[in-house]
């Protein structure tokens, strides 16, 4: 997962109330089953505790998705991400450990390591719902899919206002990772018209960074006003 999180942001170069309920509950714990994580999985939506996600989506909308397979080691496998933006692509192999409903980094000798990434509840039959805790905090909704349905898609988006977080975006459905431009290759690179698609995008889409990165300072500013209203009547 660290890889993922990490190639998203090298192709790019909260708050709202939260429900307390026994339907929170419910979606907030762990997965009690396992799924088959070996085939191509398709990264459909993220959500996370900061403005980085609507950021991502409003300047690059990537494409993202996993091809797991499985490794000699038993519960050792690897994941092949596949990033995609603007016609530029990237690949990135990682090992990871799998084992009760949670993901970890592995060492040299393919022992688990670190914290893990934690598998949420998922109604959905062919989905995975992963929990992440890096840098920044991530709730992403990965499917054998390449979009799900809306009742699906409002889970999620239920998960990530369980959290507190963000309204989950979506991420790009382009996923011809074979007729792009590698960046793993930058001797065939080809940016002509980088700019103007970027801008483009920005175009329609600058309003979702600057209605969170509001949100924010609204946020810090009504906290930092009560705080000073308390301090103020204590004295």
Known sequence: MKTLC????????????????????????????????????????????MCVIPLISAFIWPSVAVDVTSKDTPNVYEGKYSVKMYGLCTTEPEPFFYGNNSIFDVDSNNAPTGEPDVMLHSSCPDCYVIKGDDVVETLMLFSRRQTVTAAELKEFETQADCLGWYKPQLLSTDHDFENCSSLDDDSDLDTSGLSQKFLKRLKNTYSVPLNCLAGRFFYYYHSASEWAKQTWASL
């Not at 307390?20 to 996370?48: F, I, N, T």
């Open 6 to 49: 990490f190639a998203v942001v090298l192709l790019s170069l909260t708050s709202v109330c939260q429900p307390a309920s026994l339907a929170c509950d419910s979606l907030l714990k762990k997965e009690d089953k396992s799924p088959d994580l070996s085939g191509r999985w398709y990264l459909v939506a993220m959500s996370s505790d």
